[in-house]
């Protein structure tokens, strides 16, 4: 089986690419795949060959691939699969549905990571139920000896580790308030930022408030091999996005034993079952509580970090969500 895989990142550490790489890789095993990057990668004759030989389409990110198809002229011509996951489905649908609608419609199968964005899609939108499957993510984390640009990780404790590229959406410094007053509890907290400058203007929040606290610390995005290092590092993982589709971060977090304390919210909540395998937080007062609790009493940690690595075994094994996507393209 021939599939076109479209992806809006795959070089740009971000979620997005993650998913692709995780997908092209338990895929490539079974069809034979050929990746594109429409973000990142100009036009080419061989995207058209590829496209004329394809059995099936499989786009990830709904809103993007349409800003882009739109722009390049682009039409459809196969049968296709979209992948949807947060920042499509939670803004880009509700800001103009009559734009993106139309390439769900015609889709023969829509994926999502959770069952409330199946919900959603469904109920407020009226799509078909028997076309959106719900497959949950996995985690793929290819480990690498070796890095492009070498870093080196504070020391401190507790480490608190936040993976996010710096957008609005991820709201990071969401945490600062919290950490404020945790760090008069803990002298040697160190709160480490990790990830790609999206927006320029909250980029610059986050370096202000790097050279205002000593305890907080930015680090630019590493390559995906390299993000074992920081899982290893940290403490405690932390996410405080508005909003998520299914933040792989927390996947690759628990699959490393490491307690994750996340903003709540539609994503957040469908991997974190609260005071169980993580906690979810409201406000600043509860996130700093939160974290006190984990990082002081060994019980709960432990607690944490056990459940949270049977979560990963049990519902997000790689084997799972590739077996699903292949149903679906045998579909």
Not at 206 to 234: I, R, S
């Amino acid at each position: 089986m021939r599939v076109v895989f479209f992806t809006p990142y795959y070089k740009q550490n971000r979620g997005n690419s993650t998913t692709s790489k995780r997908l092209e890789h338990g895929l490539s095993e079974k069809v034979d795949l050929s990746m594109f990057s429409y973000e990142e990668t100009s036009v080419h004759a061989s995207l058209f060959d590829w496209m004329e030989k394809a059995d099936l389409f499989h786009i990830l990110h709904f809103s993007r691939f349409v800003q882009w198809a739109d722009k390049n002229k682009l039409t459809l011509n196969k049968p296709y699969i979209v992948t949807s996951g947060g920042t499509d489905l939670n803004h880009s649908l509700k800001e103009d549905e009559e734009r993106y609608l139309p390439l769900l419609r015609k889709a023969k199968a829509i994926s999502v990571f959770t069952q409330q964005a199946k919900q959603m899609l469904a109920k407020e939108y009226g799509l078909s139920d028997q076309s959106i499957h719900v497959i949950p993510q996995s985690v793929y984390l290819p480990y690498t000896d070796h890095t492009i640009v070498p870093f080196t990780l504070p020391e401190g404790y507790p480490k608190l580790l936040l993976p996010a590229g710096i957008r609005p959406v991820k709201d990071v410094l969401f945490a600062l308030e919290s950490l404020i007053k945790l760090s008069t509890d803990f002298s040697k907290l160190c709160f480490l930022i990790v990830g790609a400058n999206l927006d320029e203007e909250e980029f610059e929040r986050v370096k202000k408030a790097e050279d205002k606290y000593e305890w907080l610390h930015y680090l630019p995005e590493v390559e995906l091999g390299q993000m074992k290092k920081l899982y290893e590092w940290g403490d405690v993982v932390l996410n405080t996005s508005i909003s998520e589709g299914q933040p792989t971060a927390l996947l690759e977090a628990m699959s490393f034993r490491k307690p994750v304390i996340a903003r709540e919210n539609v994503g957040n909540a469908s991997i974190i079952q609260h005071g169980m395998n993580g906690l979810l937080f409201q406000s600043q007062e509860d996130l700093y509580h939160s974290i006190k609790k984990v990082v002081s009493n060994r019980d709960m940690y432990k607690q944490l970090s056990e459940y949270g690595y049977q979560t990963i075994k049990e519902d997000h094994t790689m084997k799972k969500e590739i077996d699903s996507y292949m149903e679906l393209y045998k579909d």
